[in-house]
T-cell receptor, first 110, second 111 residues
Framework: GEDVEQSLFLSVREGDSSVINCTYTDSSSTYLYWYKQEPGAGLQLLTYIFSNMDMKQDQRLTVLLNKKDKHLSLRIADTQTGDSAIYFCAGKAAGNKLTFGGGTRVLVKP | DAMVIQNPRYQVTQFGKPVTLSCSQTLNHNVMYWYQQKSSQAPKLLFH???????NEADTPDNFQSRRPNTSFCFLDIRSPGLGDAAMYLC??????????FGPGTRLTVL
């Protein structure tokens, strides 16, 4: 099965850019997703990228995909205190199933 | 607003006492999923329904069952909760082949 790995923790100052990294093993993943989870809440879909794309930008969010290295990143520009949360990357495999990474806890300091 | 609703948001049960968690959706999606998420871990898929077709993950314990009486509702039944079943339970829905939308979750405490 697919393995998806993320770094555990990221600390960033308010106003700076955050970059969250993810690596995956299944090259057949058709879509790759980024979800945000605030404390005690469900997962909020932030953005996704189709596997034949290199980059997708959506307001403050930029997703970069390097298929050769199986590396996905999420850049958050002008990070705000409301961006403090756990961010999960996930790959979609056969049967529409998602395989999640372990999550990256982002702490934004004022 | 179209959404995924989970009730209750917090559930406390006793060791061994059956409990049912509820999920409903107004998105009219074909597929409904149940995930278990333990503290500081990724969500783990328990099972999913594609319309009425039930799909169980190979490593989901028999203690966990599910029912989907209609398109809008899906239930998670835990027959004999153990201390290790304390977790956040997340329901999600998707259209066929589409992205998954999650509910707010039900946090289960087992005493």
């Amino acid at each position: 099965g697919e393995d998806v790995e993320q770094s555990l923790f990221l600390s960033v100052r308010e106003g700076d850019s955050s970059v969250i990294n993810c690596t995956y093993t299944d090259s057949s993943s058709t879509y790759l997703y980024w979800y945000k989870q605030e404390p005690g809440a469900g997962l909020q879909l932030l953005t996704y990228i189709f596997s034949n794309m290199d980059m997708k930008q959506d307001q403050r969010l930029t997703v970069l995909l390097n298929k050769k290295d199986k590396h996905l990143s999420l850049r958050i520009a002008d990070t705000q205190t409301g961006d403090s949360a756990i961010y999960f990357c996930a790959g979609k495999a056969a049967g529409n199933k998602l395989t999640f990474g372990g999550g990256t806890r982002v702490l934004v300091k004022p | 607003d179209a959404m995924v609703i989970q009730n209750p948001r917090y559930q406390v049960t006793q060791f061994g006492k059956p409990v049912t968690l509820s999920c409903s959706q107004t998105l009219n999606h074909n597929v409904m999923y149940w995930y278990q998420q333990k503290s500081s871990q990724a969500p783990k898929l328990l099972f999913h329904y594609y319309d009425k077709d039930f799909n169980n993950e190979a490593d989901t314990p028999d203690n966990f069952q599910s029912r989907r009486p209609n398109t809008s509702f899906c239930f998670l039944d835990i027959r004999s909760p153990g201390l290790g079943d304390a977790a956040m339970y997340l329901c999600a829905t998707s259209p066929r082949g589409g992205e998954q939308f999650f509910g707010p979750g039900t946090r289960l405490t087992v005493l």
